[in-house]
């Protein structure tokens, strides 16, 4: 394209530099080319590999087999010497047979346990340095089962590779029925078998491999293996099947081909497509040069501009075109430019016009001014821009100028201006939507709680993403979009944030030109609205509360507390002139509903004295009591939440009383109390609730009580554990929990404290004697035998008492003491009891 063509303004026609549908039909060709290529490439090599896959396959398995046949040599000496072979007539035939392919080491476990192996220091020998021998354990329960030969999953060892077993189980048949003497087993380098079927050619042929057992673990893997490309091929080995995945490790020379296709391919068309392109734009130049003055001259006429040329020389000034202000095509004005600042009313302007030329004859590229004219038609304003000075053909210097009238802009200015002053003293803020560019104009701050300047512009996604709050924005948006489809007015209330702090905003949408389809602009007017939205928000929720409460309610009323008078029951106003009295109504109601045990201190609690106290006393507005009511099968937990207020004309004081079942949550309650009380295996207490208990039994209030702490442990209990199992162990320590729960009252106090530990607090006995009774019954209870498998183990238990007040009121002291006699008795050879000695009057002190 000619340096004169791209001067022309609306002449330069941009296009890409190829024709298009030459130049994508050239790839779409290409592209079929190089797939063909790519899937005969692909076919070809998947087949290779599929067949290697076969081939390696099969001599794996080869290999696997040879171990097979040497487990069978075994097998076939064991059962030709009837299950009975030494060591070293074992060593002695596999000495004969050589050694096996792939094969470390022969293992042959006889019926009686002894374990076999040749040759012997091939492998660790402590189970404990390897898992070869605890694999072997684990395939023969396997091996017996199927009575087949088993090959277990490869692993590691500390001298080794991975290795794999195989098991066989020997049978010899004696009358009619098979009897098991033994297993015979190979252990197999798994590395090694993979070099004798030859795998390391597959890997040289550029092939990576992956085997793995019927588990999902990797046996043996070289390379990368992409799963999902694989070809997948079956490897039977003795008791089941392995998969062999075999992928080809591709490279340059796999895409070479098909690169110099797309190359040639893409080279051609672009060729081509650029030939046609060339022509085809040297005509669309030609074209556009005809239609350049045309166009320009259409277009300045349409858009209400003026446009002029003015000669600095000759101060000339030639108008380019008709304008709606009376300027004619061709028309010439002369002494430019004082003749046109005559018409100039406002000094300032007229310096401010004629400052304009004289910067652009000092060297500026382009400068404007505003200018205010009286015409016959009145007042106008116009803007005048003057741009870049060039010479012409002769050398003269031109200027190219332009004149917009911009009354209506000024007069919309001068409205907005009076609009933003007016909403700033009403407290309103007022915006202009536009529907075409999707942004609001803000005209004054108003109801908003920032400062931004007059006429602040942004889109409405960033006015919603920055003033409102996520939860309102869906609601914001949706009010412009649907006063645009079919409302005049529309009203939404929305929350906005303003530095952390939340506002509410009246938002009202107006469309002033509803009646005209092409109306562009919505006016907006907000309106701050927090503290009537506080208010209703805190009546409804009140409201709401309150019927939430009422309707789930197990009862409700309503009273008079300075008159002592009832006015509703169950929602159930009391009649005008009937007087109930309050105190009369809630004793007997509560004598009625409430559970026995509470009905006193629901009935105290809810008196009239006692309402004035919690309000004028203790300055309560509400409360809540628990208490327990009557039902056909005991009773259920409810909660009664009490409500005060004080009438404001009168100040009598007034009480709302609902009542709500409680029963699931409080049975949770008791249920994670008595969880977290509880030893989990026994169901006594636990050592912790123990304390506090006895701690709490013990205290102040029970000084004159007696009581004794007996710290019980049983004999031999190790032995249970050791020879019958910890399932046992816990079946006796069950039993021994039963007997203590049985063999004491309600009243006292029965723990574990852990292990075989147990303790017991007998409170408020009679006499030394009490105790020292109970003892000898429940060291005869403890007393017992059990037998397992022939094995017999006797269990008894040792006692070691503390008396109180005598060793102390704290369970630590106690617990010192009653460990110090239990000492005793387990020295003095165990199954009895004994008393601690009494704290003198120094640690006695120290316990208080």
Not at 658 to 668: G, I, L
Request: overall charge negative; aromatic content about 8%; hydrophobic content about 35%.
């Amino acid at each position: 394209m000619s340096e004169t063509m791209k001067k022309k303004e609306g002449a330069v026609i941009r296009t890409m530099p190829f024709h298009a549908p030459i130049l994508l039909c050239g790839i779409f060709i290409t592209v079929i080319l190089s797939g063909i290529y790519l899937y005969r490439t692909e076919y070809i090599l998947k087949e290779n590999a599929k067949h290697l896959a076969k081939l390696y396959a099969e001599r794996f398995e080869t290999v696997t087999e040879d171990a097979a046949d040497r487990t069978n040599v075994m097998k076939a000496a064991v059962q030709s010497s009837k299950g009975k072979m030494t060591e070293e007539e074992f060593n002695q035939i596999m000495s004969l047979a050589g050694t096996g392919r792939g094969i470390i080491s022969e293992i042959l476990v006889t019926g009686s346990g002894e374990i076999y192996q040749y040759p012997k220091n091939v492998l660790p020998q402590s189970a404990s340095q390897n898992g070869v021998r605890a694999e072997v354990e684990k395939l023969r329960s396997l091996a017996e089962e199927r009575k087949e030969n088993v090959l277990g999953t490869p692993l590691e060892t500390e001298k080794l590779s991975a290795v794999s077993i195989l098991v066989s189980p020997i049978f010899t048949v004696q009358g009619q029925k098979e009897k098991l003497c033994g297993f015979a087993c190979a252990v197999l380098d798994v590395d090694k078998i993979s070099k004798e079927a030859g795998w390391e050619d597959l890997k040289n042929k550029g092939y990576s491999y992956k085997l793995v057992t019927e588990s999902g673990s990797s046996a043996i893997s070289m390379g990368n293996v992409d799963e999902s490309q694989a070809v997948q091929q079956p490897v039977s080995v003795p008791g089941g099947q392995w998969n062999l995945s075999v992928t080809l490790d591709k490279g340059w020379t796999d895409w070479e081909g098909c690169v110099i296709i797309v190359m040639l391919g893409l080279a051609a068309s672009a060729a081509l497509s650029y030939i046609y392109h060339v022509s085809q734009e040297r005509k669309r130049i030609l074209d556009a040069l005809e239609l350049e003055d045309e166009i320009f001259r259409i277009s300045m006429e349409e858009s209400g501009l003026t446009v002029f040329i003015y000669n600095q020389e000759d101060r000339r000034l030639v108008f380019q075109n008709s304008s709606q202000n009376g300027s004619r095509r061709g028309r010439v004005l002369e002494h430019i430019p004082e003749r046109m600042a005559e018409k100039i009313q406002d000094s300032g302007m007229r310096k401010g016009f004629l400052g304009m030329f004289k910067a652009l004859e000092n060297g500026k590229r382009s400068a404007s001014c505003v200018m205010k004219k009286q015409t016959e038609k009145g007042t106008i304003w116009e803007r005048v821009t003057l741009v870049n000075p060039f010479p012409d053909k002769y050398g003269n210097r031109k200027i190219i100028g332009i004149i917009q009238d911009i009354t209506a802009e000024r007069k919309i200015e001068l409205d907005d201006e009076i609009l933003r002053i007016s909403a700033d003293y009403s407290g309103l803020s007022v915006f202009i939507y536009n529907k075409e560019t999707q942004e609001l104009t803000f005209k004054n701050r108003g109801g908003w709680d920032i400062e931004f300047p007059a006429n602040m512009k942004m889109s409405l996604e960033d006015a919603a993403e920055r003033f409102i709050s996520p939860e309102s924005k869906g609601k914001f948006l949706s009010a412009f979009e649907e006063i645009i489809e079919t409302r005049r007015e529309t009203i939404c209330r929305a929350a906005a944030v303003f530095d952390g702090e939340e506002r509410w905003k009246k938002i009202t949408l107006l469309n002033p030109f509803s009646l005209q389809s092409s109306a562009r602009q919505i006016v907006g007017i907000i309106e701050d609205v927090t503290e009537e939205r506080k208010k209703e928000h805190q009546l409804l929720k009140e409201k709401a509360y309150m019927e939430a409460m009422i309707g789930q309610s197990v009862f409700h009323l309503e009273t008079n507390v300075t008159r002592n008078r009832l006015l509703s029951y169950n929602r159930i106003p009391v009649p005008e002139g009937e007087h109930i009295q309050y105190e009369e109504f809630i004793q007997e109601h509560v004598a009625q509903i409430v559970y026995q045990e509470d009905a006193r201190e629901v009935s105290d609690i809810l008196s009239c004295d006692r309402l004035k106290e919690e309000f004028y006393s203790k300055g309560k507005n509400q409360f809540s009591l628990e208490y327990r009511r009557r039902t056909d099968h005991g009773y259920s937990w409810c909660v009664a939440n009490v409500y005060l207020t004080e009438l404001p004309e009168s100040h009598e004081l007034n009480a709302v009383v609902v009542s709500h079942n409680n029963e699931e949550k409080k049975k949770k309650e008791l249920e994670l109390l008595y969880k977290a009380e509880r030893d989990q295996l026994t169901g006594l207490y636990n050592r912790a609730a123990s304390e506090r208990n006895i701690n709490a039994s013990l205290s102040i209030g029970a000084r004159d009580m007696k009581s004794a702490f007996l710290l019980i442990d049983l004999d031999n209990f190790k032995e249970i554990n050791d020879t019958m199992g910890h399932v046992q162990g816990d079946l006796v320590l069950r039993e021994v929990a039963e007997i203590l729960r049985s063999s004491f009252r309600k009243t006292d106090i029965v723990g574990r404290l852990g292990g075989d530990e147990f303790i017991v607090l007998m409170r408020d006995i009679k006499s030394q004697e009490n105790v020292r009774s109970s003892a000898e019954k429940l060291l005869g209870l403890l007393r017992r035998t059990y037998k397992r498998e022939g094995r017999e183990v006797s269990i008894s238990g040792s006692i070691g008492i503390a008396m109180v007040p005598e060793c102390g009121r704290k369970f630590k002291h106690l617990y010192d003491c009653a460990d110090q006699a239990l000492y005793s008795v387990k020295y003095a050879g165990k199954g009895g009891y004994c008393f601690a000695e009494k704290a003198d009057s120094r640690q006695k002190a120290e316990q208080e």
